[in-house]
């Protein structure tokens, strides 16, 4: 088992992973790892796994209501090989893409602790650092802009969030959307062409 597998390093997320193993024993229920282009140029970056979605499948945000938007837009610009992700094994392939997440565990009620985001910033401190190719990141949500900026050293005043803001990193752009979840797209906070907005300024920055 590998070193995110095994993970228990935050002590109520293991408890309620274990909690959640136990009510649905054919669920993931474990840290999700990130999935797409291992050379990607553009790396996503999420939340934290939903309870069944990531949760129950093991990949990000495949199986919820929050990757219906993501993954048709993915499709629509060339990011991944069909517009759908369902379950692993349905094919789908990522095209110059990766997505993570801030917290690689489901916390409760979709709500991390200051601390865990804390604790768990050290996988994507790693994957940034061992992805020289990433030149665009997109940050899905406050949460996950402020992991960015924390996985990479930076000061959380040198960027204030706002959907569809640019922030110039060193050697990479930073850009904010608000993020893909059924609260966000129902309430019209964000919108299917405020989204595509977002990743027409991605191909643009990626040429």
Do not use: W
Request: aromatic content about 6%; overall charge positive.
């Amino acid at each position: 088992m590998d070193r995110l597998a095994a993970c228990t390093a935050c002590p109520r997320l293991a408890r309620f992973l274990a909690d959640v193993r136990a009510a649905h024993p054919d669920y993931h229920a474990r840290p999700v790892a990130n999935f797409g282009d291992a050379k990607a140029r553009l790396l996503i970056v999420g939340l934290a796994p939903g309870m069944h979605g990531a949760n129950r499948t093991g990949r990000p945000f495949t199986g919820d209501y929050a990757g219906i938007l993501l993954y048709d837009t993915l499709h629509r610009f060339g990011f991944a090989n069909r517009a759908e992700s369902v379950a692993l094994g349905d094919g789908l392939e990522l095209i110059d893409c990766r997505i993570s997440n801030s917290v690689k565990c489901l916390p409760p009620e979709n709500k991390p602790e200051p601390a865990e985001i804390k604790t768990c910033n050290h996988y994507l401190a790693d994957e940034l650092r061992d992805s020289p190719e990433v030149k665009v990141i997109l940050a899905l949500g406050l949460v996950a802009h402020k992991a960015t900026l924390m996985a990479l050293g930076l000061r959380q005043s040198a960027c204030a969030f706002g959907h569809g803001a640019r922030h110039e990193l060193p050697g990479r752009v930073l850009i904010d959307s608000y993020h893909c979840s059924r609260y966000n797209t129902q309430t019209r906070r964000l919108t299917e062409e405020g989204f595509h907005d977002v990743f027409r300024a991605i191909r643009a920055e990626l040429g």
